[in-house]
């Protein structure tokens, strides 16, 4: 049933949130003058010379103390004394001394840290053991291999009954100008509320960027970390994901995303569309930017609430209400049943008051404590790209065309399995008791028999018929690779998963590509380091790349300087030597233009190889509003190098687009 709690007809205008002009390039440009910004963080205040001696001298000592646990004392164990070094290191290294207590703020961290190291018991950390109180954590991401933070607050029962699984609501915070590392350990500390019934694990997500890429990573690495380390007390039926601002945009999209993951989302304000969210945005992005808003528009996942009970909350003359409506418009045409319910404060603006938090939690409940159905017999999921493929017992693998709306709709009636599909290429059906046992499956009205294996019941449509294989054999495609979950683009999503970056190792074939590529990596780095919260992680070659779970190679510079590349470039439709550059059947100055695309890699098939690139979107905006952070440049581009003083990656894009579904170029019409 579709549960409305309106509480006004009259909703106040959403504010547009400004976006820097448009520019040839395609990019944004960092303006001279910098005119002040509701996201700038506060002004810098350093602290005393004797408070910067006293820093350095216990980050010394802290430092010592976790060089020497390491390889004594496990490093789950081992990080959560680390954590507090990188939250001091940080600080310093960035200059981020936000507010005059910051230097206080870092002093605890390090003393924390070090309190930590004296209270291990053996190699127990004793400081896990802590009911009733918040308790930082930490994980170490496949991602990068950096240190996060998560913090856990824990109910004044909990472990007095060794039975009891606890109900877990995942919290994401809003957007904070001054927040690091530190700032986050130092506001998870004290006791938790007398009527707390719930675990609550509130996430980092590597600063402010709305849980998108390596932040939404973060959500699952730190609720994984959690659980691993106290399997039995947590009840997976019972995950609530909620969030205020920036919290409610992401709750937004990973929970549409991933609706079988979460028994109620809770998203509280935010944003759900770029488009009428981001101000002066053209009314329609080039073909290739316009495909990608589809990853995290999470208004274009609005039907999967089919999945998943929503509580929405909104103050009614808040601007951000409108990530409400957009959703709610979505759903009128709608014709199946969902759990919606939304939530309107009267004359309230952005904020999100006791009373309806405790309103917003009695809804919660109303599905947290029955928990999600784990073998639905239906399952209706909406995707864009299957990079998002998994609800309940279906995983769609492939679709048709990428960025284009597909849907599958599968059903377990009179022991069969009748599944329709909407631009959908490769699903398998698994985790359902009727899937091992079944012996035909009907499929867009065919009926289709299934192998009898102890692989998953995977389907795959081959020149329009749909037919039974192994999902082995569906996944093999390492001589022709073809788009599928994992593997699917566009440059961004190298970034959201285990990658290693190979820089240049001699001169190439021009001076300009080899000043381009040392200058990208540079600043790579650094965008990574402030705004991802990790230290880019390198590797001398291909050799030393882990293959675990898949990792993804990033190389800069061309097939002479980066001989990995030179490797691999003979296997990826583009032509390049040390005079032409051919991508898309045109040829372009190989000594004045430099390519930028992802690729999977030749060498394995089972990751990406990325070249010439980090993130496509720039620091301005992940300065700006969260909004920004789409892909610029799809999956390949050719940028014709126009360095500056300031800025020596500076150029024009003159060529970008999206790959096919089997990786090559798209035949011109």
């Known amino acids: 049933m579709r549960s409305l709690v309106p509480v006004s007809l009259l909703a106040a205008l959403a504010a547009l949130v400004a976006a820097p002009p448009a520019t040839t390039t395609g990019q944004d440009k960092k303006n001279d003058v910098k005119e002040p910004s509701a996201f700038d963080p506060p002004k810098v205040t350093k602290p005393s010379e004797e408070a910067l001696s006293q820093i350095k001298e216990k980050t010394e000592h802290l430092r010592k103390v976790v060089a020497g646990l390491a390889g004594k004392v496990p490093d789950d164990v081992v990080i959560e004394i680390a954590v507090f070094l990188k939250a001091a290191e940080q600080v310093v290294r960035l200059g981020e001394w936000y507010g005059p207590d910051s230097g206080k703020g870092v002093l605890a961290a390090l003393d924390e840290g070090l309190a930590r190291a ?130 409610g945009a992401g709750t937004w999209h990973i929970g549409l995303h991933h609706p079988s993951e979460f028994c109620v989302i809770g998203p509280g304000a935010g944003f759900t569309a770029t488009h009428g969210y981001v101000g002066n945005l053209p009314k329609e992005l080039p073909p290739h930017q316009e495909k990608c808003l589809r990853i995290y528009d999470a208004v274009d996942y609005a039907e999967n609430a089919f999945g998943v009970p929503v509580v929405a909350y909104s103050g009614e003359n808040d601007p951000q209400k409108r990530a409400t409506d957009n959703i709610e418009r979505a759903l009128k045409s709608f014709k199946e049943p969902v759990r919606f319910t939304a939530l309107v404060a009267p004359g309230v603006g952005h904020q999100m008051p006791k009373e309806w938090r405790d309103r917003a939690e009695g809804e919660y409940k109303k599905y947290a404590e029955p928990g999600r159905t784990t073998d639905p017999a239906r399952v209706r999921f909406v995707t864009y790209t299957p990079q998002y493929a998994t609800c309940n017992w279906v995983t769609v693998r492939a679709l048709d065309e990428t960025y284009t709306r597909a849907v599958i709709d599968a059903e377990y009636t009179n022991k069969t399995f009748v599944v329709k599909t909407s631009n959908v290429r490769r699903f398998d059906l698994k985790d359902h008791p009727g899937a091992f046992v079944v012996s035909e499956v009907t499929i867009d009205g065919t009926k289709v028999r299934c192998l009898r294996t102890a692989d998953q019941t995977a389907f795959e449509k081959r020149g329009g018929t749909w037919g039974a294989v192994r999902l082995a054999d569906a996944l093999s495609t390492r001589f022709s690779p073809d788009k599928r979950g994992g593997l699917q683009g566009p440059i961004d999503d190298a ?27 540079d600043q790579f780095s650094a965008v990574w380091d402030r705004h991802f919260r990790g230290a880019l992680p390198f590797a001398a070659t291909v050799k030393d790349v882990p293959r675990y779970p898949r990792c993804n190679v990033v190389l800069f510079g061309d097939p002479r300087s980066n001989t990995v590349l030179g490797q691999v470039i003979d296997k990826i439709p583009v032509t390049w030597t040390p005079d032409r550059l051919v991508m ?21 098939n089972a990751s990406y190889v990325v070249v010439n690139s980090g993130h496509t979107f720039k620091e301005a905006d992940l300065k700006g509003t969260n909004a920004l952070l789409y892909p610029r440049l799809g999956d390949w581009a050719v940028i014709k190098l126009a360095p500056g003083d300031k800025d020596p990656t500076a150029g024009e894009v003159v060529a970008a687009g999206i790959f096919d579904e089997n990786w090559q170029f798209t035949k011109k019409k």
């Open 584 to 604: 898309n059947g045109v040829e372009y100055d190989a000594r004045t233009h430099v390519p930028v695309f992802i690729y999977p890699n030749p060498l394995d």
């Open 118 to 247: 004296k209270q291990l018991d053996g190699v127990r950390p004793a400081w896990r053991d802590a009911p009733g109180k918040w308790v930082v954590r930490a994980y170490r991401s496949e991602i990068d291999g950096s240190v996060q933070p998560y913090a856990v607050l824990l109910p004044r029962a909990y472990g007095k009954d060794p039975k009891r699984k606890w109900r877990l609501d995942i919290v994401l915070h809003g957007r904070d100008p001054a927040l690091t590392e530190a700032r986050f350990l130092a506001t998870h500390a004290g006791a938790a509320p007398e009527e707390l019934g719930y675990v609550q694990l509130d996430v980092y997500g590597r600063g402010n960027n709305a849980y998108r890429w390596a932040g939404e990573t973060d959500v699952f690495e730190a609720r994984d970390a959690f659980t691993r380390a106290a399997p039995d007390t947590i009840d997976r039926n019972r995950i609530v994901l909620r969030g205020f601002s920036m919290g």
């Open 495 to 521: 970034f959201r998963s285990s990658f290693r970056v190979v820089r240049a190792a001699r001169e190439g074939y021009s001076p300009a590509v080899d000043t381009y590529a040392a200058a990208a990596v």
